[in-house]
């Protein structure tokens, strides 16, 4: 196929000029049909470009999909074999030929569980340190945070940097001294002492102060005003309007507090020594894994799985108050 | 008016005060006064007075006297540092490439977003230790790794003595897996904040997949890479829970410590009162987090997109 630059762009003499005007029903009929253009890159026609790109874009998406499904498959792969362990006899765990379906479904093993695994105490311990702390951090979260969003004193900012700054210390630095500091308090004699040294010191909690600062900033100015107008105190005025419309970050923090204190593990290790002060990780952790060597993985994981479970299911009913916590952190501004 | 707010903000605020007084700030001066104190013992509140000599020891620079004999304590240079260098190296770019690749992914289809999206989080929400105990079992000596892997039954990746390096391997594995989810949450919610017309510009001038990806998604990511990556290389410094979860223990061996990690050797010093030892480590971990932390902004000046 050849172009007539000229004859395209229409380029002609002057002399040519009148002739065209002559000629004009003559390239009126030219037969515009039996013409293409054809224009080219890297040897593909547009047509032909349109479909290897359609192509290329079903081969990354099929690919893309693999790759997620491959990925979906490892991430979820440990929580399966956690649960066809926990349902497995000991010989069929530790056969060379592993199996990906229990042979027999050994249900007693989680009977077994409850026998020896003081889970009721865990539990009891693990949700009296995780409430406690968890609603003295709302109270303190919601002071701080109104304080810093609402009023006005010297030392705002220094204060407020300073509790930031905080945030890239390792606690590693901390923990020395509050386990001095707790044993000072003679908190780690008995059991109501050794709660109080796993609650006191959590509640509070710079991030989640910040978090709660900033969605009490975006409460407009307007309704502080018009309560004042109505003659309402700060009290009233936090308690009535900042904290209800701030729900959700509110209900964001207590589940990820909750969360927290039923995986936390480093802490109350060193301060709960004895059996019953435990809260559930350090149960766990200590529980069926040094008895005469092998350790018992089928009670193990049958225990796992009492710890994890309700892990899930609180993660399935709030999905997206955790998601939206935990995902506040990545967004700037 | 003004006065009247002060102090009242102050009431407010001491809940916070005091709590952060006691539990961060006294402790964070009363950790580096310990760190300087010679045979320190917190039960009595005794010491032998001002010394440097915690640091040399935690080091393995100072000896301690034993019956005459001068013994020098390598545990924390010689194993616990290397081991914390190796998985702050391994872990973190491994799984932010793998979490960076998943977000993308994920941003890029349509069917099945919310499920995949879910799966991936799940991590985040299950017990460190837990999970360690599930990886236990799978890196057992007849457990799932060798079986799928093909390996001989039984090779030891965790227990029995096994070789420190396969430990570790085990290790960065579970570790890449929990770190996962955070990571891919705050990519997806940087990348969904990103402007389309950023990806119709590069359509136009026909920027391929991979060309779009480095020039367009990574550069207005990178608020999101910094913060993960300082975030995850101070955690990745930290590691102890992964370590209890998946060995129970500081070594594949009882009485070993090949497995040993900075704060591992930290928590142990409270168990053995010798926290003076401890609180020098733990000042030194400070230190290389805040070096680290530093040089990261540093880079990022020039890198990073705001």
Redesign the interface.
């Known amino acids: 196929m050849k172009f007539d630059l000229r004859k395209m762009l229409n380029l002609k003499s002057s002399s040519e000029r009148a002739d065209a005007r002559r000629e004009r029903p003559q390239y009126k009929s030219i037969d515009t049909k039996s013409m293409t253009l054809v224009l080219k890159e890297g040897g593909l026609t547009a047509v032909q470009m349109e479909t290897l790109q359609k192509i290329m874009k079903v081969i990354?998406?099929v690919l893309?999909?693999a790759?997620?499904a491959v990925?979906?498959v490892?991430?979820?792969?440990?929580?399966y074999?956690?649960i066809i362990?926990s349902l497995k006899t000991n010989t069929e765990?530790?056969?060379?030929?592993?199996t990906f379906w229990p042979e027999v479904v050994m249900w007693s093993n989680y009977v077994d569980v409850f026998d020896r695994f003081d889970f009721a105490t865990y539990l009891v311990n693990t949700l009296v340190v995780g409430i406690l702390s968890t609603i003295g951090t709302l109270?303190?979260t919601i002071?701080?945070a109104?304080?810093f969003a609402r009023?006005?004193?010297?030392g705002?900012n220094f204060?407020f940097t300073l509790?930031l700054a905080?945030m890239?210390?390792?606690?590693?630095?901390?923990?020395?001294?509050?386990?001095?500091?707790v044993?000072n308090f003679g908190w780690l004699k008995d059991q109501t002492g050794v709660f109080a040294a796993m609650i006191?010191?959590f509640?509070?909690s710079?991030f989640y102060?910040y978090l709660l600062r900033q969605n009490f900033l975006q409460i407009p100015n307007e309704l502080y005003l018009a309560s004042k107008v109505d003659g309402k105190t700060?009290w009233n005025y936090l308690w009535k309007v900042m904290v209800p419309l701030s729900m959700p970050t509110l209900i964001s923090i207590f589940i990820l507090k909750l969360?927290g204190a039923?995986?936390s593990?480093?802490w109350p290790n060193?301060v709960a020594d004895k059996q019953e002060y435990r809260l559930i990780?350090n149960g766990?952790?200590s529980s069926f894994?040094t008895t005469a060597g092998e350790?018992e993985?089928a009670l193990?994981?049958a225990a796992?799985v009492l710890?994890?479970v309700p892990?899930?299911l609180?993660?399935i009913f709030f999905?997206k108050y955790?998601?939206k916590g935990?995902?506040r952190?990545?967004?700037?501004g | 008016m003004e006065k009247k707010n002060n102090w009242k903000a102050w009431l407010y605020l001491a809940p916070v005060v005091i709590l952060t007084g006691v539990f961060i700030f006294y402790p964070l001066i009363n950790t580096i006064g310990i760190a300087f104190l010679k045979n320190y013992n917190y039960l009595t509140g005794t010491s032998d007075g001002f010394t440097l000599d915690n640091f040399g020891y935690v080091l393995g620079i100072t000896p301690r006297m034993y019956m005459g004999i001068p013994l020098y304590y390598k545990d924390v240079i010689q194993i616990a540092v290397p081991n914390t260098l190796l998985i702050v190296f391994v872990t973190v770019p491994l799984s932010i490439i793998i979490s960076l690749l998943i977000a993308v992914g994920l941003n890029s289809i349509k069917w099945f977003k919310k499920i995949l999206q879910t799966i991936f989080f799940i991590p985040y929400v299950t017990n460190a230790i837990a999970v360690g105990m599930v990886f236990a079992v799978i890196f057992d000596g007849f457990g799932l790794w060798n079986y799928l892997f093909g390996i001989a039954m039984p090779t030891y990746w965790i227990d029995m003595g096994a070789d420190p390096s396969k430990a570790m391997f085990a290790l960065c594995v579970y570790i890449i897996w929990h770190s996962l989810p955070y990571k891919i949450l705050i990519f997806l919610s940087g990348l969904q904040n990103i402007d389309k017309q950023y990806y119709d510009a590069a359509k136009i001038d026909s920027a391929g997949r991979f060309k779009t990806f480095a020039n367009v998604t990574v550069p207005l990511l990178s608020p999101q890479i910094l913060y993960i990556m300082i975030t995850s290389f101070i955690g990745a410094f930290k590691e102890y829970s992964s370590v209890m979860g998946l060995l129970g223990r500081s070594g594949t061996a009882p009485g070993n410590n090949n497995m040993y990690t900075i704060v591992f050797y930290i928590y142990d010093s409270i168990a053995v009162n010798k926290v003076h030892q401890g609180a020098a480590a733990a000042v030194l971990l400070f230190i290389i987090i805040l070096a680290f932390t530093g040089i990261q902004f540093w880079v990022s000046k020039k890198r990073v997109h705001y």
């Open positions: 990354s998406m893309i999909y790759f997620l990925m979906a490892i991430i979820l792969l440990p929580f074999w956690m362990t765990i530790r056969a060379s030929q592993q109270f303190t002071f701080a109104f304080a009023l006005q004193f010297k705002k204060l509790l905080t890239m210390i390792p606690g590693e630095m901390m923990v020395i001294t509050n386990y001095i500091t044993a006191v010191p509640w509070i710079v102060i700060d969360m039923w995986n593990f480093v060193l990780t766990l952790r894994s350790p993985y193990q994981m796992t710890v994890t892990l899930l609180l993660f999905r955790i998601m935990v995902g952190a990545g967004i700037k």
